[in-house]
């Protein structure tokens, strides 16, 4: 863990995947064989060392599905640097495929007017502001750029960094020391696919009902 730089971040559990691809063929998906009774939550993110896999989308007792970032519903706010080491923001979803891989798209992308360019093979990182999902980890490498219009808000094509044909076990990042995980049931699914806007999305949670003895 401190070679890849987990150490320093909240608890984690490694799981096994059971199923690489999803049976829907629009999806993007795995199966893992972790779940509610390891900790796992809807949303937390879910790792190959210091790349971004997912997120987890739906949990059960001992398994749990994730979504993948080239998911078609997924969005995930990231940055990339400039030639002059600034920082952009933008969102990344996916694009089709390209050579048999998925690939992913950010659009939005406001370069600055100091002259400075995206270079291809420019890492991608995650830049979100939900806990659940540390900034800086890898997203994938700028494959191509695309300014057709010449207004210095180009188009980025970037390749995954992940490849699931040599994995078979992912780490799960678990909620933080401090921070309580959400109540839930032994199945819950909430939707991924919103960016965030400043806040954290809140997960969905299952109110408790007030004991009418205890007050409690």
């Known amino acids: 863990l401190e070679e890849s730089g987990l150490d320093r971040l909240p608890p984690v559990r490694v799981a096994t995947v ?18 509610a009774d390891d900790g796992v939550r809807v949303g937390q993110a879910v790792v190959i060392g210091r790349v971004l896999l997912g ?9 749990a599905i994730v979504q993948l970032i080239t998911d078609p519903r997924a969005r995930i706010e990231v940055f990339v ?3 002059a080491n600034r920082h952009l923001r933008g969102y990344a979803r996916r694009e089709g495929r390209k050579e048999g891989r998925d690939q ?9 007017d100091d ?10 990182f995650s830049a979100t502001v939900d806990p659940r999902v540390p900034a800086t980890l890898l997203v994938g490498y700028v ?16 390749r995954p960094a992940f490849d699931l044909d040599r994995t078979t076990s992912v780490i799960v990042l678990l909620a933080g020391r401090g ?20 806040r954290t999305q809140p997960v969905q949670t299952t ?3 007030r004991d009418s003895r205890t007050g409690r």
């Open 207 to 209: 109110p408790r009902r």
């Open 104 to 112: 992913l798209r950010i659009d939005f992308v406001q370069l600055p």
């Open 55 to 63: 997120r987890v989308r739906e949990v059960r007792s001992r398994a």
């Open 179 to 198: 921070q309580a995980a959400p109540n839930q049931k032994k199945s819950s699914r909430v939707p991924l696919d919103r960016p965030q806007t400043g």
């Open 18 to 35: 059971l199923m690489a691809h999803d049976p829907v063929h629009l999806r993007r998906s795995i199966t893992i064989d972790r779940g």
């Open 115 to 124: 002259g400075s360019q995206i270079a291809d093979g420019a890492p991608v």
């Open 81 to 83: 640097r400039t030639t």
């Open 143 to 158: 494959s191509e750029v695309s300014d057709p219009d010449l207004d210095r808000m180009p188009s980025l094509r970037v």
